[in-house]
């Protein structure tokens, strides 16, 4: 079983959507939670960045944490084209763990 | 802020050929740095985290005499992939961190450098 388990997608969505994004994860001990957006061919950019369990909000990017089911969660609101990427969950436990990433797609 | 290079951006090589990777920091000092590797729709699998003037750590599994890695300034990492052969095609890409919190580890990452070994 892998520590950080993430939906590949791909997921196509209409514009102005909400899209949800979600990760589980089997150890504990990671502490803290991010979420990367990476476009084709490029590096991971740093989206969100959580401790705590509960909601981080920035712009239209929302992360959740919920530490006591192991569970993570990005959302999108008003999606766009521009969204268009993989998104990555990562957690530290000293190094970072990615998840699979999840292909998203937002159609005009 | 915080913006990481990579250079060259995509390379083509013989097999056999070695090959050098370069990953700077532009506006700050990074004691450490990491470098990954990524296949296509898979995630990003860390090969060794580089701290400056000193060996590099190695993840299990990656063969240290084939991807030596030299972190010679607080700016500055290299990658050389020695002898390469086609199953070592992929995607490498460095990061590196930010200050000296290591618990939360925020990574900034380069944009890649895509190896096609023919």
């Known amino acids: 079983q892998k520590e950080v388990e993430q939906d590949p997608g791909p997921l196509s969505v209409p514009e102005g959507a909400i899209v949800s994004l979600n990760c589980t994860y089997s150890?504990?001990?990671?502490?803290?939670f991010m979420w990367y957006r990476q476009y084709s061919r490029k590096g991971p950019e740093l989206l969100m960045y959580?401790?705590?369990?509960g909601n981080k909000e920035d712009g239209r990017f929302t992360a959740q944490v919920d530490k006591s089911s192991k569970y993570i969660s990005l959302f999108i609101r008003d999606s766009q084209p521009s969204d268009s990427a993989t998104y990555l969950c990562?957690?530290?436990?000293?190094?970072?763990?990615f998840g699979q990433g999840t292909e998203l797609s937002v159609k005009p | 802020g915080a913006v990481v290079s990579q250079h060259p951006s995509w390379v083509i090589c013989k097999s056999g050929t070695s090959v050098k990777i370069e990953c700077r920091s532009l506006?700050?000092?990074?004691?450490?740095m990491f470098w990954y590797r990524q296949f296509p729709k898979q995630s990003l699998m860390l090969m060794a985290t580089?701290?400056?003037?000193?060996?590099?750590?190695?993840e299990q599994g990656v063969e240290k005499d084939k991807f030596l890695i030299n972190h010679a300034s607080l700016t500055l990492s290299t990658l050389t992939v020695t002898s390469a052969h086609p199953e070592d095609s992929s995607f490498y890409i460095c990061?590196?961190?930010?200050?000296?919190?290591?618990?939360?580890?925020?990574?900034?990452f380069g944009p890649g450098t895509r190896l096609t070994v023919l």
């Open positions: 990061s590196a961190r930010v200050g000296v919190e290591v618990r939360s580890d925020t990574q900034y």
């Open positions: 959580t401790y705590s369990s």
């Open positions: 580089s701290n400056e003037g000193s060996k590099a750590t190695y």
């Open positions: 150890n504990s001990a990671f502490q803290y």
């Open positions: 506006d700050f000092q990074a004691t450490t």
């Open positions: 990562a957690m530290t436990r000293g190094k970072l763990i």
